[in-house]
């Protein structure tokens, strides 16, 4: 069966734009350790990090709580895959918005649900579809910026997302409003 549609949400194409990828690469570097250890150190950096940017008021309380959820699902992760997924957020995001536009037309019968919560991510994205020369797929995108990151795990924010009741982000051509 074909895949007929793939909501994402938070997409990270810009370093800037997520506070937690950011914080995910530089934890993963500062680390000395190898092996399991380098996971453990790293997952104490990032903590630290979070907690310090909360008490700075960087972040507000409501994604610190989001926070606390998220610190206990990441300790069990591979931290070297976290860290080259926050690289190559930053290094060109650009070119992870053209990679993404190229799998789009690969699968033309799906449709894709792209959420924005991030006003940069949405100029980016934006900025990369009017100059795309290739083909493209059914893409849909979302304006979500009115709400925190985060909200989109939530059992509200994904209901939403299902009903695609955010706010139409596109108005460009070849893409479903």
Known sequence: MPLSRVILTEMNV???????????????????????????????????????????????????QDMAVYFRTIAKKDWAQLARSAQEASQDPEARVAQFLGLTAEHPRTQFDLVFSD??????????????????????????????HFHHMSRAGVLENLGGRQSPGGGLPGLFP
Not at 15 to 39: D, M, Q, V, W
Not at 49 to 62: H, P, Y
Not at 123 to 139: D, S, Y
């Open 14 to 64: 810009n370093a800037h734009s997520c506070f937690i990828t950011s914080r995910l690469a530089a934890s993963y570097t500062a680390t000395k350790r190898e092996g399991p250890a380098r996971n453990q150190e790293a997952h104490k950096g990032f903590v630290s990090l979070v907690v310090k940017a909360n008490t700075e008021g960087r972040i507000s309380d409501s994604l610190m």
């Open 119 to 148: 006003p940069e991510d949405l100029r980016i994205f934006h900025r990369r579809v009017e100059t795309w020369g290739g083909k493209l797929g059914q893409v849909r995108i979302l304006d979500a910026t009115a709400h925190e």
